[in-house]
């Protein structure tokens, strides 16, 4: 089982839509939990960490945790071309400063 | 400006050619790593470090070497390139802390291994 595995692409969503990206751990202890942006040929770029049940708004992106069914998921509202690009779910493994990726899920919006 | 440089960005070898892909940081942070990056596999972890002279193996080390003799430089090589490590890698860092998941990046370097 990988430690990271995330909803297989890609997603296409029309402009204005919700894009909703999927992950789940395997680490039942793990401790925080973030979301990379990687645009084509570029490298990635954190744009939000969680590190507690429940959600967390910052600006037109929602993370969501539940570390009970080790999940974690990304919310982009009213998509807008610019969030085409891959995105990367990593967490933090228990004791351990080690940092796993899944293989991320790649998102087009269409206008 | 805070920044991991990675040098060469692009880089083109042939099968046994000993090669060295250097990564520096101007932020002074403890951990740093390397990971390649390969389509539908995702970022994987080849080696990392905790502080100067403490490194250990990530998910992939085999074929590859790294060494932390300065806080700044973590240079990866490769002793004898096969063509399997046709990649592009990556070198980040960030500060020591377990919550502090930031992690820096270089721009990446892409490697093929004829």
């Not at chain 1, 429940?54 to 990304?74: C, H, I, M, P, W």
């Not at chain 1, 351990?96 to 990726?101: A, E, H, M, P, Q």
């Not at chain 2, 592009?88 to 960030?94: D, E, G, N, P, V």
């Amino acid at each position: 089982q990988k430690e990271v595995e995330q909803n297989s692409g890609p997603l296409s969503v029309p402009e204005g839509a919700i894009a909703s990206l999927n992950c789940t751990y395997s680490d039942r202890g793990s401790q925080s939990f973030f979301w990379y942006r990687q645009y084509s040929g570029k490298s990635p770029e954190l744009i939000m960490s969680i590190y507690s049940n429940g959600d967390k708004e910052d600006g037109r992106f929602t993370a969501q945790l539940n570390k009970a069914s080790q999940y974690v998921s990304l919310l982009i509202r009213d998509s807008q071309p610019s969030d085409s690009a891959t995105y990367l779910c990593a967490v933090n493994m228990r004791y351990d400063y080690k940092l796993s990726f899944g293989a991320g899920t790649t998102v087009t919006v269409r206008a | 400006e805070a920044q991991v440089t990675q040098n060469p960005r692009y880089l083109i070898t042939v099968t046994g050619k000993k090669l060295t892909v250097t990564c520096s940081q101007n932020m002074n942070h403890e951990y740093m790593s390397w990971y390649r990056q390969d389509p539908g596999l995702g970022l994987r972890q080849i080696y990392y470090s905790m502080n100067v002279e403490v490194t250990d193996k990530g998910d992939v080390p085999e074929g590859y070497k790294v060494s932390r003799k300065e806080k700044r430089n973590f240079p990866l090589i490769l002793e004898s390139p096969s063509p399997n490590q046709t990649s592009l890698y990556f070198c980040a860092s960030r500060p020591r802390g377990l919550n502090t998941g930031e992690l820096f990046f270089g721009e990446g370097s892409r490697l093929t291994v004829l």
